[in-house]
Protein backbone atom coordinates (compact mmCIF):
# COMPACT_ATOMS: atom_id res chain seq x y z
CA UNK A 1 0.00 0.00 0.00
CA UNK A 2 1.38 3.73 -0.97
CA UNK A 3 2.19 5.93 1.52
CA UNK A 4 -0.08 8.64 0.64
CA UNK A 5 0.86 10.73 3.72
CA UNK A 6 4.36 10.77 2.46
CA UNK A 7 3.20 11.17 -1.07
CA UNK A 8 1.50 14.56 0.15
CA UNK A 9 4.39 15.60 2.03
CA UNK A 10 6.81 15.48 -0.79
CA UNK A 11 4.20 17.67 -3.14
CA UNK A 12 4.35 20.19 -0.65
CA UNK A 13 8.01 20.43 -0.27
CA UNK A 14 7.89 20.17 -4.35
CA UNK A 15 5.60 23.22 -4.33
CA UNK A 16 8.02 24.97 -1.87
CA UNK A 17 5.44 25.03 1.51
CA UNK A 18 6.71 25.61 4.52
CA UNK A 19 5.41 22.61 6.88
CA UNK A 20 5.20 24.08 10.34
CA UNK A 21 3.77 20.65 11.66
CA UNK A 22 3.69 16.95 11.13
CA UNK A 23 2.21 13.94 12.71
CA UNK A 24 2.94 10.71 10.77
CA UNK A 25 0.81 8.63 12.71
CA UNK A 26 -2.66 10.81 12.68
CA UNK A 27 -1.48 11.60 9.08
CA UNK A 28 -1.85 15.71 9.57
CA UNK A 29 0.61 18.35 7.69
CA UNK A 30 0.45 22.09 8.94
CA UNK A 31 1.66 24.25 6.09
CA UNK A 32 2.15 28.13 5.50
CA UNK A 33 3.01 30.29 2.77
CA UNK A 34 2.08 33.68 4.29
CA UNK A 35 2.69 35.76 1.23
CA UNK A 36 0.14 34.17 -0.56
CA UNK A 37 -2.42 33.91 2.03
CA UNK A 38 -2.20 30.67 3.76
CA UNK A 39 -1.51 30.05 7.37
CA UNK A 40 -1.98 26.87 9.54
CA UNK A 41 -3.60 24.83 6.60
CA UNK A 42 -3.90 21.65 8.29
CA UNK A 43 -3.94 18.71 5.96
CA UNK A 44 -5.64 15.44 6.65
CA UNK A 45 -4.56 12.01 4.87
CA UNK A 46 -7.24 9.82 5.61
CA UNK A 47 -7.35 7.16 2.84
CA UNK A 48 -9.01 7.53 0.71
CA UNK A 49 -9.46 11.57 0.83
CA UNK A 50 -7.12 14.02 1.84
CA UNK A 51 -9.11 17.33 3.98
CA UNK A 52 -7.20 20.60 3.57
CA UNK A 53 -9.05 23.17 6.14
CA UNK A 54 -7.85 26.92 6.42
CA UNK A 55 -9.19 28.75 9.19
CA UNK A 56 -10.36 32.08 8.15
CA UNK A 57 -12.23 33.90 10.92
CA UNK A 58 -15.10 33.17 13.65
CA UNK A 59 -18.84 33.93 13.01
CA UNK A 60 -19.34 36.85 15.86
CA UNK A 61 -23.37 36.79 15.43
CA UNK A 62 -25.80 34.96 13.24
CA UNK A 63 -25.61 37.04 10.28
CA UNK A 64 -27.71 36.10 7.68
CA UNK A 65 -26.10 39.08 4.72
CA UNK A 66 -22.38 37.57 5.46
CA UNK A 67 -23.84 33.81 4.75
CA UNK A 68 -25.19 35.42 1.96
CA UNK A 69 -22.27 36.58 0.81
CA UNK A 70 -20.11 33.70 1.77
CA UNK A 71 -22.41 31.19 0.07
CA UNK A 72 -22.60 33.24 -3.03
CA UNK A 73 -18.55 33.28 -3.14
CA UNK A 74 -18.47 29.64 -2.78
CA UNK A 75 -20.29 29.97 -6.48
CA UNK A 76 -16.93 31.53 -7.69
CA UNK A 77 -14.47 29.06 -5.83
CA UNK A 78 -12.66 26.95 -8.21
CA UNK A 79 -11.69 24.18 -5.65
CA UNK A 80 -13.35 23.93 -2.13
CA UNK A 81 -15.92 26.04 -0.29
CA UNK A 82 -16.65 28.03 2.57
CA UNK A 83 -17.75 25.99 5.72
CA UNK A 84 -19.29 27.02 9.34
CA UNK A 85 -17.82 24.25 11.78
CA UNK A 86 -19.53 23.23 15.34
CA UNK A 87 -17.59 26.35 16.78
CA UNK A 88 -18.99 29.19 14.11
CA UNK A 89 -15.86 29.15 12.73
CA UNK A 90 -15.90 30.13 9.17
CA UNK A 91 -13.47 27.79 7.14
CA UNK A 92 -12.17 26.68 3.58
CA UNK A 93 -11.98 23.42 3.48
CA UNK A 94 -11.72 21.08 0.15
CA UNK A 95 -10.85 16.78 -0.18
CA UNK A 96 -9.12 15.30 -2.60
CA UNK A 97 -9.29 11.45 -3.57
CA UNK A 98 -5.87 10.67 -2.18
CA UNK A 99 -5.01 7.53 -4.33
CA UNK A 100 -4.69 9.04 -7.77
CA UNK A 101 -3.32 12.83 -6.56
CA UNK A 102 -0.71 14.42 -8.18
CA UNK A 103 0.86 17.66 -7.46
CA UNK A 104 -0.99 19.58 -10.30
CA UNK A 105 -4.53 18.51 -8.41
CA UNK A 106 -2.93 19.24 -5.00
CA UNK A 107 -1.32 22.73 -6.43
CA UNK A 108 -4.80 23.31 -8.13
CA UNK A 109 -6.81 23.19 -4.69
CA UNK A 110 -4.00 25.08 -2.99
CA UNK A 111 -3.79 28.29 -5.68
CA UNK A 112 -7.98 28.11 -5.40
CA UNK A 113 -7.16 29.37 -1.68
CA UNK A 114 -4.54 31.43 -2.64
CA UNK A 115 -7.01 33.09 -5.50
CA UNK A 116 -9.57 33.53 -3.15
CA UNK A 117 -7.44 34.86 -0.13
CA UNK A 118 -5.48 37.58 -2.62
CA UNK A 119 -9.41 38.32 -4.22
CA UNK A 120 -11.87 38.58 -1.41
CA UNK A 121 -9.39 39.45 1.57
CA UNK A 122 -11.42 42.96 1.93
CA UNK A 123 -14.68 41.23 2.09
CA UNK A 124 -13.04 38.40 4.92
CA UNK A 125 -11.97 41.39 7.18
CA UNK A 126 -14.83 43.25 6.97
CA UNK A 127 -16.58 40.07 7.56
CA UNK A 128 -14.47 39.48 10.71
CA UNK A 129 -15.15 42.65 12.38
Known amino acids: ?32 QEEEGIKNLILDVEDPILIMEQYIFKMKADNGEIFK ?13 FVLDAENRVIFRDTLQVENLDKNELEGSLNSLKLLMSEYADKIIKFAQ
Open 69 to 81: CLLKKNRDIIHGA
Open 1 to 32: MENYFEKVKNYLLELKYEIVKEDANEGILVID
